[in-house]
Nanobody
Framework: QLQLVESGGGLVQPGGSLRLSCAASKFTGSYYAIGWFRQAPGKEREGVSCISSSSGSTTYADTVKGRFTISRDYATNTVYLQMNSLKPEDTAVYYC??????????????????WGQGTQVTVSS
């Protein structure tokens, strides 16, 4: 099973930026599509963005399109989520996970059925 560790969250003012990291425990992390999810208090977890394993193609939820950018570094087995123009509604715990497909971000399904501890993002003035 692939283990992923999220980091990079914090408190930021509206309009600010953060970069989240998702580090894989082993080199085979590059073989999987990786999705970012988030869960706000009282809400269900939702897909935010995804990057494929081979082509590096990316998909985004409409709510973050144009503001967030997902990327991956194959050398370090790390996937990043650059978040710009943050809004209070982006406040959530962010998780990454290996997923089966990036085709539809809202329908991403985790491969291994487990979640890490996530990283808290709070957007507030």
């Amino acid at each position: 099973q692939l283990q992923l560790v999220e980091s990079g969250g914090g408190l930021v003012q509206p309009g600010g930026s953060l970069r989240l990291s998702c580090a894989a425990s082993k080199f085979t992390g590059s073989y999987y599509a990786i999705g970012w999810f988030r869960q706000a208090p009282g809400k269900e977890r939702e897909g935010v963005s995804c990057i494929s394993s081979s082509s590096g193609s990316t998909t985004y939820a409409d709510t973050v399109k144009g503001r967030f950018t997902i990327s991956r570094d194959y050398a370090t087995n790390t996937v990043y989520l650059q978040m710009n123009s943050l809004k209070p509604e982006d406040t959530a715990v962010y998780y990454c996970s290996a997923v089966f497909s990036c085709t539809v971000v809202s329908a991403m399904t985790t491969r291994f059925g487990s979640w890490g501890q996530g990283t808290q993002v709070t957007v507030s003035s």
